[in-house]
């Protein structure tokens, strides 16, 4: 059964826009071959495209270069392959783009797809991509149309203030969802001209203009990409400023609250620590307690062998010389009782000492 799949994303070129027209050299004239494979059952759902799942095919030059697209399962389903264990012979399918036309065609075999493929670049758009660039190559040409770089893409990002992009550039950016729509809402929220980098790097990481309007209304203005991927990273949200807040943490600057959530200090740590009577409480002595692992369970324990009393700063010398509930009954088994805090701590340093006393 033949089979025909085409997935068109061709957009128009536009007389007079940023692509003047140039003479077509040979690589326009020169496909690109190699072969392709898939697995039905190595797809995922998409985050950013309502839930739809993909599939990757991998490619390779004949010169052993090797390339990846995915496409929605749903484009392949359309075309009669259905199914992660899927088997059929003779099967051809085409992904047309605005660089040019990917031909492929092969065979699957319980779900596993091989076969092989063919580029024929789109004679229009190399033109307009050698008025940017002499020296795009056959491969250049093909990646762009791997991930789907069109002349509509580019000349919309280069509206935005992003002229002269080279091709690496606006693959990443292509790849990522970095387009002349999200550049624009960056600028609306402040951040006018960023750099590619950190126009990726915001978008890898989740740090958006919306999570920039978020960040505002809550009383963070004028954050730096890098304190906005921090954030993002490490997880300070909102939420989680309003809860600390709510705590009595009114300042914070992003260090503390990155700080706060690398180690774990959350709002119902910091509750239950006061429960138990450690009511005054800074940022630097939770996080050093989190850090030592001086947890509220350890801190009950304590109490029930009779250390109710031992203070901040005792309880992180404790758990760094790993004076633990279990350590204190073995010291008191050895015959050692009525032993002060300080005592415990020495004699978990210095237990020779203490044990030629006896």
Do not use: C
């Amino acid at each position: 059964m033949m089979l025909k799949l085409i997935v068109a994303l061709v957009f128009s070129f536009v007389p007079g826009s940023a692509f003047p027209p140039s003479s077509v050299t040979t690589v326009q004239g020169a496909p690109v071959s190699g072969t392709w494979r898939l697995r039905l059952q190595d797809n995922w759902t998409s985050t950013r495209r309502d839930g739809e799942r993909w599939v990757s095919i991998q490619m390779r030059r004949e010169t052993d270069r090797s390339f990846g697209i995915s496409l929605p399962m749903s484009e392949l389903e359309g075309a009669g392959i259905r199914g992660d264990a899927w088997s059929g012979s003779n099967v051809s399918f085409s992904l047309k783009r605005d660089a040019g036309t990917i031909d492929f065609t092969g065979s699957f075999d319980s779900g596993r797809g091989t076969g092989d493929f063919t580029f024929t670049p789109n004679a229009e758009f190399v033109r307009a991509m050698q008025a940017r660039d002499k020296s795009i190559t056959s491969d250049d040409v093909l990646r762009l149309a791997i991930h789907d770089v069109s002349r509509s893409f580019i000349q919309a990002v280069e509206a935005q203030g992003y002229p002269n992009l080279d091709t690496d550039d606006l693959i990443k950016m292509r790849i990522h969802g970095v387009d002349a729509d999200y550049i624009a809402a960056f600028r609306k929220a402040g951040y006018d001209k960023l750099s590619v980098e950190d126009l990726v790097k915001t978008r890898i990481h989740g740090a958006t203009p919306e999570f920039v309007q978020e960040m505002k209304a809550a009383g963070f203005d004028k954050l730096s990409v890098e304190e906005l991927v921090k954030m993002r990273i490490h997880g300070v949200t909102p939420a989680f400023i309003r809860e600390m807040r709510d705590l009595g943490f009114k300042d914070l600057d992003t260090e503390e609250l990155v700080k706060m959530r690398i180690h774990g200090v959350t709002a119902s740590f910091v509750k239950e620590l006061r429960n138990l009577g450690f009511k005054d409480l800074d940022t630097e002595d939770l996080v050093k307690m989190r850090i030592h692992g001086v947890t509220p369970q350890y801190i009950r324990e304590l109490k029930d062998l009779g250390y109710g009393n031992v203070g901040k700063e005792q309880l992180v010398r404790f758990r760094i010389h790993n004076v633990t509930p279990q350590f204190i009954r073995d010291v008191r088994a050895a015959g050692f009782k009525d032993m002060t805090a300080d005592d415990l701590v020495d004699f978990a340093i210095h237990g020779r000492r203490w044990l030629s006393k006896r």
